[in-house]
């Protein structure tokens, strides 16, 4: 496919966000050529996904030169950090959107073997082989709403070298017998590696300042962010709403005065019963539930808890929340929402460029080419408005 125009909807985004950008921070509206080549960016995102100047030159049939999209991605002042924030203005207007819920998560992309100038690559472990390959971290929030999944946010993670390093000698000299007195002491975290908590917690941060009128109803996270520090930040953070994320089955709870794992206690003491709740959209699912306000040993305090398991499934996930006045169906209603964030993810790999191949090198080149995909998924969700 060829292209010689941006496409007509694409345009009118441009246009509204060039005007969204003046008005929010004046002066820093686009210029001419840069709403030509943003334009010129996201339609050939559409048509080649992909981040890469190479195939968007050969759309143009060569009217786009490789030297001239790169300079003005590099060196145009294009107020980058706002351009993202504009288009999420400009979508919870559309929508007409006040509330909604926060979903963190995480998605790993595998890059090429040679990465010297990919912005915090690091050797992940590849769910498909099971061996290991160079890739990237992105933490993304997202806004969930009763009509959209939007993202609003996004940083780059990556370990700390010198603690990976540390954690791999340690294990192994902890195999080989050595006592911990005798190992290396564990080296302070470096602020430029911030870990994925603290990242999450920066993003709320952010969007709270971006968008303070928008009322959070609630935050969702995985079992990696089921830590006290994290949930009593988030929901401190979003103005006292409900924070859900999961706890291990070895974690411990404290049941009349005797501590024992959360497994446990729903499979002998505390059994589930079979319940319909009823998904966004309509569609009912059963599932098996049980709960209870429990105090979580490593929380110090009580927390609603809930085992949660889907038809066909096996095994129990527990769930964990903060403010203990919802109801369970509450709950496990605000979870379902997480779906949503599987959908995003797996279009947005798929289909909108950043996913399949992008090349740009540096911090900034993979900053920048994410807020181009990112705002490729905004201009898509504003024309199916």
Known sequence: MLMNAPATFIQSYIDDLNDALNQLKPGAALTRIQAAWLGTCL??????????????????LGDCKVAALSWVFRKASIP????????????????GITEGVLAFDESDRARSKSTKRIYKVYKQKHKGSGGYVNGQTIVLLLLVTSSITVPVGFFFYMPGPALKQWDKEDKRLKKSGIAKKDRPIKPERDSAYPTKTEIALGLLKEFKVAHSLIKIKGVLADALYGEKAFMDEAAKESGGSQVISQLRKNQNIEYRGRIRSVESYFNS?????????????????KVTVSSARLKVSSHSKKRFVIALKYDGENDYRYLVATDLTWRTQDIIQAYTLRWLIEVFFEDW???EGWGREAKQLDEEGSSRGLILSLLFDHCLLLYHK
């Open 43 to 60: 339609t050939c995102i559409l048509l080649m996904n992909s981040v890469c100047w190479a195939k968007f030159e050969r759309a143009s």
């Open 80 to 95: 980058w950090d706002w351009l993202l924030r504009v288009s999420v203005v400009l979508i919870l207007k559309r929508y």
């Open 269 to 285: 003491i505390n059994k589930g019963i079979d319940q319909i709740i009823r998904v966004r959209g309509g569609k009912e699912i």
């Open 349 to 351: 790999k798929l289909y």
